[in-house]
């Protein structure tokens, strides 16, 4: 949600031109994917970590002007809500020990930011949900004030015709309403960009929508909502109802989410991606730029192609396609469903294992396509958000003849192997493989993530602690653990 937008509303005249737009950029994405040469390079990898600000009991802090102005880093950028900033980290070369090099900048990042926050009462920390946000933390009086924030919150409102509401069952449900975006603030992930060469992107696309929900019920770090046991990962379900446009109408027929899993596996490549997201979704921020994208094409130059790309900042899949026009150009894929947290070292280990799995898998695709209907796919997706490493779910026989039953923590030990293979595919060092699918293996073993973590501690402490009580000194071993960048899997119990 990053770019600057400077007005808050937009006729229908206004909104009619950039549809006409889009259809003009998406025909010479066209093009541009057909040159010779387009997209080929390194591959690399980069990241987007949104963190909280707290105080010393866990609670948030309105802060992230302050913070940013202080710190006076580029790379730090406001996040919706006034208790959430990102750090945007460099992208680093797949090969040698990338997973290390980022968690090195996480922890310079989180030392810097931390420094700067003291002046101001506060700490910063990663995690997906912070479990001590109450009903009042919301609303407009914590909304960073960008117009880029206040628009969306317009034409989001004005798609629904009605309040933004969030319903999510669980072992607590909660049922909420606004007026603002500001409950899908409360999200806080590690999105990871990968770039990859046009030829091969449907292939890496599929593999990683294979691999995420394995990977998300093992990286489960958000089972609170307003101190509400919900699921392991209730950004998931937080984020599709709180931002999706559609009326109830809408959503009774089954018309795709601006939040999802995809539509179906990719068959050709990335430019469906942006198709589908332009036909199937309105425009939100219908600005114009003056590029002529045929003329920069004909010229032999990379077109920036600014209204497709805007418009595919507002759709929010869970793997998202994304074009580059800066130096030769290139495409990546966005990984956006691993949460933030606990530490540095469980978030790169956590890329690590997505990525690696991904490239393990890759190879074998065309066998898990026809293997693995989609919608099974988008099941396993949502049982390992609700329930985590012990979520059941659905995976291929490896001869056919069907499905049989297993759980991400089960199947993760048993693809191992196969993401140390993808990793050491693309050149990753020995140190990092083992290092990082080590930590993923240790905490497999002691069948522990940061969302079982919480909720074991938070029912040690609620026998002896009022809730509110219980979750302030949740987050304060939290945060003594997180800050200490001690993996997931050595935490310990609360005393």
Same mark, same amino acid.
């Given at each position: ?65 302050? &913070? =940013?102005? *202080?710190?006076?880093?580029? $790379? ?8 959430? /900033?990102?750090?945007? @980290? ?117 593999? &990683? =929508?294979? *691999?995420?929900?394995?990977? $998300? ?8 909502? /307003?101190?509400?046991? @919900? ?120 890329? *690590?294992?997505?990525?690696? $799995? ?138």
């Amino acid at each position: 949600m990053g770019q600057a937008i400077s007005n808050a509303s937009y006729s229908d005249r206004s909104l009619q031109r950039f549809q006409k737009r889009l259809l003009t950029d998406l025909d010479v994405l066209a093009q541009v994917l057909a040159r010779p040469r387009f997209g080929q390079g390194a591959r690399t990898f980069g990241a987007e970590l949104e963190l909280y600000i707290v105080n010393d009991q866990g609670r948030p802090v309105d802060a992230n002007a302050e &913070i =940013q102005k *202080a710190l006076d880093d580029p $790379l730090v950028t406001l996040e919706l809500n006034r208790y959430n /900033l990102e750090y945007n @980290l460099a992208p680093t070369r797949i090969k040698g020990q990338p997973f290390s090099a980022m968690e090195a900048q996480i922890s310079d990042a989180l030392r810097r930011l931390n420094e700067t926050a003291t002046d101001f009462n506060a700490r910063i920390i990663p995690v997906g949900i912070l479990p001590t946000l109450k009903r009042r933390d919301f609303g407009p009086a914590h909304m960073t004030d960008l117009k880029r924030y206040h628009c969306l919150t317009q034409r989001l409102a004005d798609l629904r015709g009605k309040l933004f509401s969030v319903k999510i069952n669980g072992a607590e449900p909660v049922e909420l309403r606004s007026r603002d975006l500001t409950l899908e603030g409360a999200n806080t992930s590690l999105q990871l960009h990968y770039r990859v060469e046009p030829k091969a992107y449907a292939r890496i696309f599929n593999a &990683i =929508q294979l *691999a995420t929900p394995i990977a $998300l019920g093992v990286a489960c770090n958000s089972p609170f909502m /307003l101190g509400r046991r @919900l699921w392991h990962e209730t950004r998931i379900p937080l984020f599709k109802h709180a931002i999706d446009g559609y009326t109830r109408d809408l959503r009774d027929a089954h018309l795709p989410s601006r939040v999802d899993l995809g539509n179906g596996w990719v068959r050709e490549g990335i430019h469906e991606l942006f198709a589908e997201n332009v036909y199937l979704h309105p425009p939100l921020l219908p600005i114009c730029s003056k590029e002529n994208p045929q003329a920069v094409f004909d010229a032999g130059e990379v077109p920036e192609l600014y209204q497709l790309q805007l418009h595919q900042g507002t759709v929010w899949p869970w793997n998202r396609a994304i074009y580059d026009s800066s130096g030769k150009g290139h495409v990546r894929i966005e990984l956006r469903a691993l949460p933030a947290g606990p530490s540095a070292c469980d978030m790169m280990a956590n890329a *690590a294992f997505l990525l690696g $799995l991904a490239e393990g898998l890759a190879p074998e695709m065309e066998r898990y396509t026809a293997a693995m209907p989609y919608q099974t796919l988008v099941y396993n997706f949502y049982r390992a958000a609700q329930q985590g490493m012990e979520a059941e779910l659905l995976w291929p026989r490896e001869k056919g003849g069907g499905f049989h039953t297993t759980t991400p923590c089960d199947l993760a030990l048993k693809l191992l192997p196969l993401a140390a293979q993808g990793l050491n595919g693309i050149g990753i060092d020995k140190a990092d493989v083992d290092y990082y699918l080590g930590l993923i293996e240790e905490r497999l073993k002691a069948r522990v993530s940061g969302a079982s973590w919480q909720l074991r501690q938070f029912e040690r402490l609620h026998k002896s602690h009022k809730r509110h009580l219980a979750m302030s000194r949740l987050m304060q071993n939290y945060m003594a653990s997180s800050h200490d960048n001690l993996p997931v899997a050595r935490w310990k119990n609360i005393d």
